[in-house]
């Protein structure tokens, strides 16, 4: 299976119906028409949401973008940060009217009417018979759409405009389409903390009874999915379906956010005009024996690989949180201890911005990296809520009946100006801190709370380390990584090492999903135990070019200090200096690389 090419065009929707409308008035055979949720306007990192999608339009290589279906204030930010920076044609689409106006594709008189729900069907079929398509406030018939290759795509019912990415996805590797029913968040959440607990005791089950226990939940919340003889699958929705069909190699996507922009980052680092990738991060802290990091070496040099290894004293926080967002890889192999970290209990009461008497509960991991200063540190923190005004934040039924308002907001915009200014009434010592997922480095917790990675790039992230799938495939992906490959439950330093190896050696040009699935089998046979999972787009493969790295890598630091001392200037004339201060850290760091690349390449 080979990427496609993609469009030339691009659709930012926030309705899922005009979208699926408008993919089968662009549809090329053969090609990927990119179709990406709006920006999130509401989020205070507003301008990263913006920033992405603009970043997708230029891997995409879009000349005209589309807009179905957003608000004033996101087509406004989105449509003004296109048309600056790139000649792009931009287009609102606000009915089937605007879009018979354009006259942007092929034209049809053949028309597929279909119901109110399981849209991804009916755009498959439209597609694949030349149609357009008609919505009509009915159910839709049960059915699916049939493969023409082998590959399906399985996809949750939850998220319309996930089905609609779904079904531009399966059209355009002439794969089959198959929707299960979407799974409540508290399920999967339960499902996902099963797989956590798996090997710790806390059951009457061994290890291999929960592996075969959860196999079976997952089969069943799948239904009898199609798959042909020898067929493979890429599952999109909130769960590591893959683990329960062993017997096919298997990749997943999250639903929900961004599915658009991580099937454009995977599609576009496969097209022939795109970079030259080689830039390769190894990290070490020596919290456990990590044979594959030498191995790595010795397999990627070899093939051109620009190496770069923090081992031991320099993998330390500050050093590797640093270079996970500001540094350019390609890619990116951890071998350290993961899992979620202990940490404490913070009951906060304060008066919202109505007026209201509130007590927020949230337990917070904490990780510490050095400064310059050797009396400050820098302190990193996941939270995860526990109770509102005395409320399980995990009880959905119960959250129904509360009043939120403006709760999450008020509290978020007060944690913001720092714990000097808002300080918990009340802390507890807990002993893990649910989703914290943190990376052992030598010095302290790493706690990964990135809105970009590798200098907004899109690296292959391999985060060889027990537990590491959970909330950080999500969260990696969703900070730019086309492609991850993490563990559900803890694995030996011997078997990590042995997968790792197969892949980059004997499995090495395979599509990662291929590559993955074939290492598995060579290292645990027929046995239940297979922890590693991949998320990416199917077809994506681990690359190494000829190329010289050191030049790129300066070209790109280069473009980097650039804007990102505009920023600092911009900043400090309009007199912020809580962003002024920020920026002029991350100008520093930047400026650091920067030497160091000019100097080799001079």
Request: proline content about 5%; hydrophobic content about 40%.
């Amino acid at each position: 299976m080979k990427c496609p090419p993609i469009a030339d065009r691009i659709v930012f929707a926030d309705d899922a119906k005009l979208a699926a409308q408008l993919s089968c008035a662009l549809f090329e055979p053969g090609f990927y028409l990119p179709v990406c949720d709006g920006p999130r306007m509401q989020r205070p990192d507003r301008d990263i949401e913006v920033l992405r999608r603009h970043n997708v339009a230029g891997r995409a290589r879009a000349e005209i973008a589309y807009f179905a279906g957003l608000q004033d204030n996101a087509f406004d930010a989105l449509s003004g940060s296109l048309t600056s920076r790139r000649s792009l044609a931009c287009y609102r689409v606000s009915s089937m009217d605007d879009i018979a106006s354009l006259k942007p594709g092929r034209r049809t008189s053949s028309v597929l009417h279909w119901g109110r729900d399981r849209i991804g069907v009916g755009l498959l079929k439209a597609l694949r018979a030349g149609q357009s398509i008609i919505f009509e406030e009915r159910p839709s018939e049960y059915d699916w759409v049939a493969s023409e290759t082998g590959h399906m795509v399985v996809c949750e019912e939850g998220e319309a405009l996930a089905q609609v990415i779904a079904a531009n996805y399966a059209f355009a590797l002439d794969a089959g389409l198959f929707l299960i029913p979407e799974v409540d968040r508290d399920r999967a959440e339960d499902l996902l903390e099963a797989f956590y607990k798996l090997q710790d005791g806390g059951t009457n089950l061994s290890p291999e009874e929960g592996q075969a226990q959860l196999r079976q939940e997952l089969q069943n919340l799948c239904g009898s999915i199609p798959i042909p003889d020898g067929g493979s699958v890429t599952f999109i929705g909130k769960l590591p379906y893959g683990y329960a069909y062993p017997e096919y190699p298997t990749t997943h996507l999250s639903e929900y956010p961004d599915l658009g922009c991580a099937v454009v980052n995977g599609f576009a680092a496969e097209q022939q005009r795109r970079p030259s990738s080689g830039v390769v991060v190894l990290v070490d802290p020596g919290t456990t024996p990590a044979p594959e990091i030498q191995s790595a070496i010795e397999l990627l040099e070899p093939r051109g690989a620009f190496i770069r290894v923090y081992q031991d004293r320099a993998a330390n926080v500050r050093h590797v949180s640093e270079m996970l967002e500001h540094f350019p890889y390609d890619i990116l192999i951890i071998a350290t201890h993961c899992g979620d970290s202990s940490g404490y209990r913070w009951t906060h009461q304060f008066k919202d911005s109505e007026g209201l008497e509130r007590t927020v509960v949230t337990d917070v991991a904490v990780g510490f990296a050095r400064t310059d200063k050797p009396d400050i540190l820098k302190v990193g923190q996941f939270f995860r809520f526990v109770s509102v005004d005395g409320v399980d934040w995990t009880d959905r039924e119960a959250k129904s009946r509360m009043y939120v308002g403006n709760v999450m907001h008020d509290f978020n915009r007060l944690l913001g100006e720092g714990p000097n200014k808002f300080k918990p009434v009340k802390k507890e010592n807990v002993a893990r801190v649910v989703g914290s997922s943190a990376l052992l480095m030598c010095d302290s917790n790493l706690i990964f709370a990135h809105h970009t990675i590798a200098n907004m790039g899109t690296p292959i992230v391999i985060n060889n380390a027990c537990l590491s799938w959970h909330r950080l495939a999500h969260d990696m992906m969703f900070a730019g990584a086309r492609g991850y490959i993490g563990t559900l439950f803890p694995v030996l330093s011997s078997e990590a090492a042995e997968v790792a190896t197969k892949l980059l050696n004997e499995h090495w040009g395979k599509p990662l999903a291929i590559a993955l699935w074939s290492a598995q089998r060579d290292v645990y046979g027929s046995r239940l135990r297979h922890p590693y999972v991949v998320a990416g787009v199917f077809p994506q493969k681990l690359q190494i070019d000829p190329a010289d790295h050191p030049a790129r890598i300066k070209r790109q630091l280069a473009r980097t200090l650039e804007g990102y001392r505009a920023l600092l200037a911009r900043a400090e004339a309009e007199g912020h200096a809580k962003r002024a201060a920020l920026l002029g850290d991350i100008v520093k760091i930047v400026e650091g690389e920067f030497s160091h690349f000019n100097g080799l390449c001079s």
